[in-house]
């Protein structure tokens, strides 16, 4: 990757996609800056400025393909695109038939329809270009579905068989590089912007990891290509867990889950960042102080439960020899 490299970030408003663009700015890359709040990519813009970068701003909803055209354009105006960070997404907590589907189409509409809008605008530049890495932000979601947020789990499961489908169809380009990344649950505001139809405050997992590290891992990422990262013990742990006992260890996550609302103060419902930006000062970090924190008991049993079913896996392979 050159040093004045032309990046593409959509999601940049706050969170991780702030964290990655102050991280490539710190490396002297030429950032285009992507979001629906035009306010909070002026905001991020001026820090990366002040970092020493050269930083355009686009604002996008990626749901629209014609603005995420519009997006791919004023990128060129630099003459290249070297790397493409599709980080745009947002969720929904609450039961399948308590959120609207409205809410629903919403989040397939960012979570899915919004990165394939954007890889159809970056790769054809990078077929005539010859090089490119576009880099998909996924989720431990994407791995292990995620009871109580149904088209979020639909929308990553989607997106993890897209980045799929497109690596394959690539694979005759080998300076093209589709990228996954799957982190556990970031310290990022994104709980909070969210949309919460429980009724109650939401349980944050203890352990989220640090969007400030992700940034520095996925700028590493950018510079030396592979097919999957993931962030965080947790993920792998669920990962493992999905794949020998899937149904179990989404029953079991779903009563986590509950026990884990029951004890949480009621609140309003809120569609959160669906349909608009939410118009608050972005930030990386998020407030792990808000709502009750599922605690590490409930981690230990998650890893307990992993271990209990590579044992049973193991003896069930035994006794099938």
């Known amino acids: 990757m050159p040093k004045d490299a032309v990046v593409v970030i959509t999601g940049a408003s706050s969170g991780l996609g702030q964290a990655v663009a102050e991280e490539f700015a710190r490396n002297k890359a030429r950032l285009v800056l992507a979001?629906?709040?035009?306010?909070?990519?002026?905001?991020?813009?001026?820090?990366?400025?002040?970092?020493?970068?050269?930083?355009?701003?686009e604002p996008t909803d990626i749901g629209k393909m014609v603005e995420v055209r519009r997006l791919a354009e004023k990128a060129l105006s630099f003459g290249r695109i070297d790397v493409w960070f599709s980080n745009a997404g947002t969720g929904a907590v609450g039961?399948?038939?308590?959120?609207?589907?409205?809410?629903?189409?919403?989040?397939?509409?960012?979570?899915?329809?919004?990165?394939?809008?954007?890889?159809y605008a970056a790769?054809?530049?990078?077929?005539?270009?010859?090089?490119?890495?576009?880099?998909?932000?996924?989720?431990?979601?994407?791995?292990?579905?995620?009871?109580?947020?149904?088209?979020?789990?639909?929308?990553?499961f989607g997106l993890k068989?897209?980045?799929?489908?497109?690596?394959?169809?690539?694979?005759?380009?080998?300076?093209?590089?589709?990228?996954?990344?799957?982190?556990?649950?970031?310290?990022t505001p994104g709980l909070s912007h969210g949309a919460n139809y429980t009724g109650r405050e939401l349980p944050v997992p203890v352990g989220a990891y640090s969007p400030r590290k992700a940034a520095?891992?996925?700028?590493?990422?950018a510079a030396n290509p592979r097919p999957t990262t993931t962030f965080g013990i947790l993920t792998n742990v669920a990962r493992f867990a999905h794949l020998i006992a899937p149904n179990l260890t989404t029953r079991i996550l779903a009563g986590m889950m509950l026990r884990s609302l029951r004890r949480s103060a009621r609140t309003g419902n809120s569609h959160g960042n669906l349909f608009g930006p939410i118009k608050t000062p972005g930030h990386v970090?998020?407030?792990?102080g808000n709502g009750r924190v599922v605690g590490s008991v409930d981690i230990a049993a998650g890893a307990a439960l992993c271990i209990g079913l590579?044992?049973?896996?193991?003896i069930h392979s035994n006794g099938q020899r």
């Open 95 to 119: 039961k399948f038939e308590d959120t609207p589907v409205e809410a629903h189409e919403s989040i397939i509409r960012t979570n899915l329809i919004g990165h394939i809008n954007d890889a």
């Open 161 to 187: 068989g897209f980045s799929e489908a497109l690596r394959a169809e690539l694979a005759d380009q080998p300076n093209i590089h589709i990228c996954d990344v799957y982190p556990t649950f970031l310290n």
């Open 216 to 221: 520095r891992a996925i700028v590493r990422l």
């Open 35 to 57: 979001a629906r709040d035009g306010g909070g990519l002026q905001a991020v813009a001026k820090t990366c400025r002040e970092l020493g970068a050269e930083v355009l701003v």
């Open 285 to 288: 970090e998020g407030d792990l």
């Open 310 to 314: 590579l044992v049973l896996w193991r």
């Open 123 to 156: 790769i054809p530049i990078f077929k005539k270009q010859g090089r490119g890495v576009f880099i998909n932000m996924i989720s431990v979601g994407g791995l292990a579905a995620a009871p109580f947020a149904s088209a979020y789990s639909a929308s990553k």
